[in-house]
Nanobody, 127 residues
Framework: QVQLVESGGGLVQAGGSLRLSCAASGRTFSSYAMGWFRQAPGKEREFVAAISWSGSTTSYAESMKGRFTISRDNAKNTLYLQMNSLKPEDTAVYYC????????????????????WGQGTQVTVSS
């Protein structure tokens, strides 16, 4: 099990950038596949991006491709989400999530595939 804590959210103008971080406790982070999800008020949680344990494989939701970049630093037990060209519709609470993969390069795009979640960080994009 890992504990996950997100940070880096805030208020930004449309067209701006933010980098979210997700700090993981525990020695097993490097074996976990990780993902970012978001939930806007009144909407269901949606997939944003996922990354394999090694960082060699990534996947993005269609609307985030070319704007968001997921990455990880296993030496620092940290997951990142670089968000550029932000739009008001990106406003949401962003959550990081992890699941053990025992060093397979699997990616997981569904929230139900993850057993470890952070508390979320608010991102607000003003127009």
């Amino acid at each position: 099990q890992v504990q996950l804590v997100e940070s880096g959210g805030g208020l930004v103008q449309a067209g701006g950038s933010l980098r979210l971080s997700c700090a993981a406790s525990g020695r097993t982070f490097s074996s976990y596949a990780m993902g970012w999800f978001r939930q806007a008020p009144g909407k269901e949680r949606e997939f944003v991006a996922a990354i394999s344990w090694s960082g060699s494989t990534t996947s993005y939701a269609e609307s985030m491709k070319g704007r968001f970049t997921i990455s990880r630093d296993n030496a620092k037990n940290t997951l990142y989400l670089q968000m550029n060209s932000l739009k008001p519709e990106d406003t949401a609470v962003y959550y990081c999530a992890g699941t053990p993969t025992y060093y397979s390069d699997s990616l997981y795009l569904r929230g139900r595939d993850y057993g470890n979640w952070g508390q979320g960080t608010q991102v607000t994009v003003s127009s």
